[in-house]
């Protein structure tokens, strides 16, 4: 067990029997990371994350990723429900520089918190059209040993310019301004601009609920009486509430459509999704008519009582797209009892005459060593 054992987040505990020497965001880390002079590796998620689960079992759990780690770094990890303000600045970083964002977040840091590398999910080894996690941790291990001055450069200038457009919080300064009454209409207009006119939705795969944005439209609506913004939102929460994104079967909407068509969603699911799509259902139902809209809200609070409540009277903040089968849990079961059956069967072999052909013919093929790549999975 390393030290995220003595945590209370479940998304560190998660990590608490990894092979890699984690540290929780700190000053003992700081502290390990300036004295031995070794950069920092940031890894941000939370416990229902599905990509997070991924990651963690391709190379969290890879003995040879973890020793490059241990030798090369000082890994830190963070839950960005305990720490959201970690979360904010690091991922103003990876947007401004990737372009895009999401988690798992990986962040390089100097030992003076600088960022200077930055991105999502990593695989273990290159495939996808995306470099493999331990062949950036062998570059960046390189980099920083061998051309220092190069990371020190692009982590001071990363550096300003990132606090150029963000305060300390993270936020940029359009985010910090107060918009005036004609932003409204500029915004309705860039939402007919990005709205999935066939679809519903705004723009293409993946396609997110995004309630909030759907209440500023409704809101419009009331205060303007323009028809479009209600449309908008009519159209996308009615192909929401028919298409995969919508649980049919338990009830609640999913995380997001990963296709464009609303269809095959990705599993986990919010709490406060549910709780900001009940409230676009039911304003929408009372801006339209349709009694659909009354419906399937009444069916998601229905499916947050049953399902999202706990016995004490707190409700659950996320149900994991992995939840059921627990299929870590179930992948480890299966490995010790292949590994015990492999054993037992080794034993009885050892013991057991053989004189066939066939017999000696499997004993050479067991003796054959067997070849993995680097993305096999044991």
Known sequence: MNRLARERSPYLLQHAANPVDWYPWGAEAFEKARREDKPIFLSIGYSTCHWCHVMEHESFENGDIAALLNDAFVSIKVDREERPDVDRVYMAFVQSTTGSGGWPMTVFLTPELKPFYGGTYFPPSSKWGRPGFIDLLGEIARVWTHDRARVDYASAELFDRLKAVAGADGRSQAEKAVAGPDALSEGVEQYQMAFDRRRGGFGDAPKF?????????????????????????????????????????????????????????????????????????????????????AAVAEDTLAYVARDMRDAGGGFYSAEDADSVPLLKEARRRRARSTSGATRRSARCSAIAPTSSASASASSRAATRPTIRTASSRG
């Open 209 to 293: 609920p995004r309630p909030s944005e759907l209440l500023f439209l409704l809101r419009e609506h009331a205060r303007t009486g323009a028809q479009a913004p209600l449309m908008m939102v009519s159209d996308t929460l009615r192909a929401m509430a028919l298409g995969g994104m919508r649980d049919h079967v338990g009830g609640g909407f999913h995380r997001y459509s990963v296709d464009g068509e609303w269809r095959v969603p990705h599993f986990e699911k919010m709490l406060y999704d549910q709780a900001q799509l009940v409230i676009a259902y039911l304003e929408t139902a009372q801006a339209s008519g349709d009694e659909l809209f």
